[in-house]
């Protein structure tokens, strides 16, 4: 515990970003296209009472550009404030947008906003769950993510495999285009994984209405779960219109920044499941917000996590543990350095038992930094940035 000054409040006192990039160990193949590095950024804070607290914000590309963000236009809003103000603080940082809130700004106040949160914990002696006040539950189911598109039929069966070996009952696929080959992989998988695994599809926005009709045919005729994000983020008259068109029910959210943004289609209930990334969707704030309109609404809350790091997936853990709605979070199995190195927490896949994710019980978000590891990416992301 830190003790209080003696007014009561602590004050942040030092904002500090650290761009990371690695090269992938194995690359990952979306319709979307092929990536063989990734990077994220962290965020730390620091309090006059010795409190810090780490964040992480989605930055796929141009991390450095993340860090200038936060150091140079969401920093000087915060320094003397009081960090368990979350609120203000983040109207604080939106301000530094005068146009909709969106992009990379965003993405840059989800990395200052799970910080102060981590704090928020920390200060109170809590994980951030108990903060939230819901489920309480000590475990949120997983699926693994993800069979890469593309590649041979013995690379799929290689996959499948090996997250049934690791436990998983639940499997998500990458599917694109041409149409007939994304049917084709659908029945192959459901083949490989058998009648009792939960299967779903992602398909990176790769189809147009039709098309995307087509395929959720194939996936209702093989017992899918969800069709992931279809169609452009942005043609929402376009869901709709496959909402009628397709057995499958719809899931996407991913792309979303804000609560706002996600609304018009859970609140008609086009989604079935609403899959914010806390990294992008404005932190733990802003992702609350847009779980909870979902819950209001009979629409699932599915944390999206992909190539994030290790913040990422603690954060959306402590969100799973307690929303009413949450039914099951994403755990990538591949190799990401971001999970494996940074955290003195194991990564999910590996921990994952039975297809669940055990939730952290430390305060805050539940785990600290290998600052050694991330000094080594950081001079990586610098010299080789994206
Ligand atoms: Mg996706």
């Known amino acids: 515990m830190v003790a209080l000054p003696e007014n009561g409040r602590h004050r942040i006192i030092e904002v ?5 990039t690695q090269r992938l160990p194995a690359p990952t193949q979306t319709s979307w296209g092929r990536y063989d590095a990734v990077s994220i950024l962290l965020v730390e804070v620091r309090t006059d009472t010795g409190l810090v607290g780490v964040g992480e914000s989605l930055a796929r590309f141009a991390p450095v550009a993340y860090a200038e963000l936060v150091e140079a236009a969401l920093a000087p809003r915060l320094l003397g404030q009081d960090p368990l103000a979350i609120g203000a603080n983040w109207a604080r940082m939106r301000r530094a947008l005068s146009g909709r809130a969106g992009g990379m700004l965003i993405e840059a106040i989800a990395g200052v906003d799970i910080a102060l949160w981590d704090i928020a914990g920390k200060a109170a002696n809590l994980p951030i769950w108990r903060l939230l006040h819901g489920e309480a539950r000590p475990e949120v189911p997983v699926y693994a993510a993800s069979v890469n598109w593309g590649g041979d039929d013995e690379a799929v069966a ?13 499997m998500k696929i990458k599917i694109g285009t041409p149409v007939r080959a994304a049917c084709a992989r659908i029945a192959l998988v459901r083949k490989l994984a058998g009648d009792d695994v939960e299967l779903t599809a992602d398909a990176n926005w790769a189809y ?11 996936l209702a005729d093989n017992g899918y779960t969800w069709f992931e994000e279809p169609l452009r983020p942005e043609d929402e008259d376009g869901y709709r219109m496959l909402r009628a068109r397709c057995p499958v029910p719809l899931a996407a959210g991913e792309s979303n920044y804000t609560a706002d943004q996600a609304a018009p289609l859970v609140r008609d209930r086009t989604l079935s499941c609403l899959q914010p990334n806390v990294t992008r969707a404005g932190g733990i704030s802003e992702t609350l917000r847009m779980a909870r309109l979902a819950a209001q609404h009979d629409v699932a809350y599915a944390p999206h996590v992909g190539m994030s790091g290790i913040i990422c997936e603690a954060a959306s853990l402590h969100l799973a543990a307690a929303l009413p709605n949450a039914r099951v979070m994403e755990c990538p199995v ?13 990564p999910g896949a590996a921990r994952a038992a039975n297809g669940n994710l055990a939730v952290p019980q430390e305060p805050g978000l539940g785990l600290s930094i290998d600052w050694d590891a991330v000094a080594s990416m950081e001079f990586l992301a610098r010299k080789d940035v994206a």
């Open 158 to 170: 290689e996959t499948v495999a090996r997250f049934a070996e690791r436990g998983f009952g639940r």
């Open 334 to 346: 591949s190799a990401n350095r971001f999970k494996s190195e940074l955290a003195d927490l194991a």
């Open 208 to 218: 147009v209405l039709d098309d995307a009709a087509t395929v959720g045919r194939a």
């Open 16 to 20: 500090i970003a650290h761009p990371l």
